[in-house]
């Protein structure tokens, strides 16, 4: 059974560790936790308890789900993550936690955030394009947060930096519902 056709029992959320400025983006976090939840989905995530990271694990607890948190030593301090996995692994470093994430999960979703979401992003469709993984991916793209990254792929595309194919690699929904669509969820 390929990876792609295995049915989806762990999902990697790639979100800031703060809040953003704007409610929706919590919101949506705390209405992807949920649906995981009442789906019997785990949530695989970078183990923080602050911001949308936070929002989202509590959100999953709260709803009986379950929570894998993976997080390198030297943030355990700054993260302040307590309480916030069922299960909890401490890695040596960044690389080694999104090694550990990627491994886990079966696929992935990116809400708002910074520098740490987008180098996860990117990592995950560079594997997914070298033929590393096939998992799905699917952005949640809240109030067009992300219009200009999904702008950047298609004039990618049309400059010939990528083709069609690796365009399809990640799937854009402007809901959890349309989350759940792309990553055949629903």
């Not at 703060?18 to 983006?25: E, L, V």
């Not at 809901?175 to 629903?186: F, I, Y």
Request: hydrophobic fraction near 40%; glycine fraction near 12%.
């Amino acid at each position: 059974m390929s990876e792609q056709s295995r049915p989806v029992r762990w999902v990697c959320v790639f979100c800031g560790a703060r809040p953003g400025d704007k409610a929706s983006y919590a919101d949506s976090a705390h209405a992807l936790g949920e649906v995981l939840a009442e789906k019997g989905i785990g949530l695989v995530y970078g183990a923080s308890g602050l911001g949308l990271m936070g929002v989202l694990a509590k959100a999953v607890l709260d709803g009986g789900g379950d929570v894998i948190g993976v997080i390198p030593h030297h943030l355990v301090e700054r993260e302040q993550m307590a309480g916030q996995a069922t299960q909890l692994y401490l890695v040596k470093s960044m690389h080694d936690r999104k090694s550990l994430m990627y491994r886990l999960a079966d696929a992935f979703v990116v809400l708002p955030g910074g520098y740490g979401s987008m180098d996860e992003l990117m990592e995950t469709l560079t594997w997914s394009k070298l033929g590393l993984h096939e998992k799905p991916t699917a952005i949640l793209n809240v109030e067009g947060y992300y219009d200009p990254l999904i702008q950047w792929f298609d004039r990618a595309r049309e400059s010939g930096f990528i083709d069609i194919k690796d365009r399809e690699l990640v799937q854009i929904a402007d809901s959890v519902e349309g989350v759940l669509k792309a990553l055949r969820l629903d």
